[in-house]
């Protein structure tokens, strides 16, 4: 199994584009989520969704959409990217279970750097 | 007020000792569970340990356990036993509520040296 697929590794905009961050799981998990991870901070969540069709918006959500039409993919989508958006960019996915108990599974992240 | 604090930003520690990472937390649910992970310099994020709010046992996984004291409201990490290979990132994390959508809150992370 694959587990949590991010592309691109890296990427570098300039300021005003926009892309689209992909993600894929393989694991059949209800939830996936979208992270940013600044310099000396710990992650903070962008994005949730608890299956197709449903998304919120986490802490940090202003300059980024997201959608879920399959329960595998989970693209993320700058809008106009600006250089507060540089960062490190994680995808989780995780099952849905009562409780608490069901850790995050991560992608290797995207490294992006808006000019 | 930040939900998760990790107080170290940095430490040190000879390889074989133990060594304690701390983490303290801030909730009103009674339902929560806590996580640990590890970021090598490489970059991904590897899941490492796990206590629900229920639970009486402190959790062990291999090398780790984590110190639960709950009405300090405080999850360490205990690594015993430390290798060069443990010299990474540990980032303390906390879900909320019994139906949480796979939400989690971060702490600030600890970078952790082992010293030869």
């Known amino acids: 199994n694959a587990g949590v697929t991010q592309t691109p590794k890296f990427q570098v905009l300039k300021t005003g584009q926009s892309m689209t961050l992909q993600c894929a799981q393989d694991?059949?998990?209800?939830?996936m989520s979208w992270y940013r991870q600044d310099p000396g901070m710990g992650l903070r969540l962008i994005h949730y969704?608890?299956?197709?069709?449903?998304?919120d918006q986490g802490e940090v959500p202003n300059g980024y959409n997201v959608s879920r039409s399959t329960t595998e993919d989970f693209p993320l989508r700058l809008l106009s990217a600006a250089p507060s958006q540089t960062s490190v960019y994680f995808c989780?996915?995780?099952?849905?279970?009562?409780?608490?108990?069901?850790?995050?599974?991560f992608g290797n992240g995207t490294r992006l750097t808006v000019t | 007020a930040q939900k998760i604090t990790q107080t170290q930003p940095g430490m040190f520690v000879q390889e074989k000792e133990a060594v304690t990472l701390d983490c303290t937390y801030d909730?009103?649910?009674?339902?929560?569970?806590l996580f640990w992970y590890k970021q090598p310099s490489s970059g991904e994020m590897i899941f490492l340990i796990y206590?629900?709010?229920?639970?009486?046992q402190n959790a062990t996984e291999g090398r780790y356990s984590l110190n639960f004291q709950k009405a300090r409201k405080s999850a360490n990490l205990v690594i015993s036993a430390s290798q060069l290979g443990d010299s990474a990132m540990y980032f303390c994390a906390m879900r909320e509520g019994r139906t949480n959508a796979g939400k989690s809150t971060f702490g600030d992370g600890t970078t952790l040296t082992v010293k030869p």
């Open positions: 989780a996915s995780s099952r849905k279970v009562t409780g608490s108990n069901s850790p995050l599974h």
């Open positions: 909730t009103s649910d009674q339902s929560y569970g």
């Open positions: 206590q629900g709010s229920y639970d009486e």
């Open positions: 969704s608890v299956g197709a069709g449903i998304t």
């Open positions: 694991m059949n998990h209800e939830y």
